[in-house]
């Protein structure tokens, strides 16, 4: 006797935490439109990337994309300002993710549904009994201040703990001095010649919040980190904007205009990276990367002469255990988010 198909939904359930820079957009636009994914809110951050305001008005409008069922998704208005330091992206950077790379929406969102993140998140969490992934590619401040919360609230902290199934973390780096070939920081080729900070060793959604990171790291739900080894491996290369073009889709073409914007046209080929939809795209294939754990604290201390804040400290005794991807399949990786792009969006 044949057993009738088991009707369930296997879609993976995430949540996004975005700094809504340009390479955001990809990894939004990529789960959005991937069937394996529901995703069931996106939450902003107004200290990295883009401020907050303008943040929320842009994803509001992003998903417009998406087709009249996607116009109502959760959006949650986060934080404006780091759990420690001020540092912050340049100014030409974040000016380009105010005015999202002056590529079109497709409409204005009519009706977009605005919640306070933490208050949108606790009631959520207390309220859900299925398995959630949360993205984490904007730094850690929202989600460390409500692991923060938790550590007060131990029936909050217990339903985060079930909850949350993972956490994919664009982040950090693993040093040479703990790893072959290992990956320095990226703070200042980002700078230009404008060297506000001096830090060879952070990268920049740890040194956005060195707190707001190690809270997430020490919390105790599983974390893999996206760290600048594996990003490395994956360039933002010609290639990759040469096959984006030709696929004829809005999202496709909404990314393509993002991409062509100056301030990101001058780095494909030099010193963009595929970070923020490489996370996005383990989520769903998670052996496009290694891994390798190791114990790990964010180093939390700023000196100005010898910058060594938000590194990554590999310590035995008061490190967590991080699933750190240590490098990535650069063909796969292209391979798999096309494919995802040339699917139909609605
Ligand atoms: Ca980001």
């Known amino acids: 006797m ?7 939904n296997t879609r993976t359930k995430v949540i996004i935490d975005t700094d809504v820079d340009f390479d955001d957009y990809m990894a939004i636009v990529y789960l959005m439109l991937n069937p394996q994914i529901e995703v069931v809110a996106i939450s902003v951050t107004g200290c990295g990337a883009v401020h907050l305001s303008k943040g929320v008005e842009n994803v509001a409008n992003l998903l417009t994309l998406f087709g009249q069922g996607a116009l109502h998704l959760p959006i949650l208005r986060g934080t404006s300002a780091p759990l420690s330091f001020s540092n912050v992206f340049p100014a030409d950077v974040r000016n380009g993710a105010d005015i999202h790379y002056e590529a079109p929406f497709p409409a204005t969102n009519p009706s977009p549904v605005i919640h306070n993140a933490q208050d949108w998140l606790h009631d959520f969490f207390i309220n859900n009994h299925e398995p959630i992934t949360i993205l984490s590619i904007g730094g850690g401040t929202n989600f460390g201040t409500l692991f923060r919360t938790a550590q007060q609230d131990p029936i909050l902290q217990a339903k985060l703990k079930s909850g949350i199934q993972q956490i994919v973390m664009m982040g950090g780096n693993i040093l040479p001095r703990y790893i072959t070939p290992g990956a320095v920081g990226n703070i200042e080729p980002t700078l230009g010649s404008n060297v506000i900070y001096r830090n060879t060793v952070a990268e920049w959604n740890i040194f956005i919040d060195p707190l707001g990171a190690q809270l997430m790291f020490e919390f105790g739900v599983p974390l893999r980190l996206i760290a600048l080894n594996a990003t490395n491996d994956v360039p933002l290369d010609q290639g990759f904007v040469d096959a984006l073009k030709s696929i004829d889709t809005p999202a496709a073409k909404f990314l393509s205009a993002v991409l062509a914007y100056p301030g ?16 996005a795209c383990t ?9 390798q754990v190791f114990p790990l604290m964010v180093y939390q201390e700023l000196n100005e002469e010898d910058d060594q804040s938000a590194s990554l400290i590999v310590d035995a005794k008061y490190g967590s255990p991080i699933d750190v991807a240590i490098s990535a399949n650069k063909n796969a990786v292209y391979s798999e988010f096309l494919r995802v792009m040339r699917l139909s969006t609605t």
């Open 2 to 8: 044949k057993h009738a198909a088991p009707v369930m």
């Open 264 to 279: 990101n046209a001058a780095g494909i080929g030099t010193y963009l990276s595929f970070w923020d939809p490489l996370a």
């Open 283 to 291: 989520i769903a294939v998670p052996s496009l990367v290694s891994t």
